[in-house]
């Protein structure tokens, strides 16, 4: 079983940064791909950033510039640090984790449980 455990999130001024982290932990030989995903109020879950096991990174458009993914291969762990914020950055923020070698052998995808983000004056 693995399990992905998110932190960070919180409220913070129009302007301000947060930085978030999520720890897989569980049986897992390797992640190929570590990302953040968002679902704003109302709205779809949609990708955010993600980075695969060698560092290519992806960003949401309105994000780029802005925030920055980077993950720990050692530690299982993926990071967004997120600056400049703006209002409609309010959502919850969702870690996921695809292409999870693990036990039984295979490959499976996890999702965090969600972290809220809140972006207000």
């Known amino acids: 079983q693995v399990q992905l455990v998110e932190s960070g999130g919180g409220w913070v001024q129009p302007g301000g940064s947060l930085r978030l982290s999520c720890a897989a932990s569980g049986s897992i030989f390797s992640i190929h791909t570590m990302g953040w995903f968002r679902r704003g109020l109302g709205k779809q879950r949609v990708l955010v950033a993600s980075?695969?096991?060698?560092?290519?990174?992806t960003y949401e458009g309105s994000v780029k510039g802005r925030f920055t993914i980077s993950r720990d291969n050692a530690n299982n762990t993926v990071y967004l640090q997120m600056n400049n914020l703006k209002p409609e950055d309010t959502a919850v923020y969702y870690c996921?984790?695809?292409?999870?070698?693990?036990?039984?052998?295979?490959?499976?995808?996890?999702w965090g449980q969600g972290t809220q983000v809140t972006v207000s004056s």
């Open positions: 980075i695969t096991h060698s560092g290519m990174t």
């Open positions: 996921n984790a695809a292409g999870v070698v693990s036990t039984p052998p295979g490959e499976y995808a996890y």
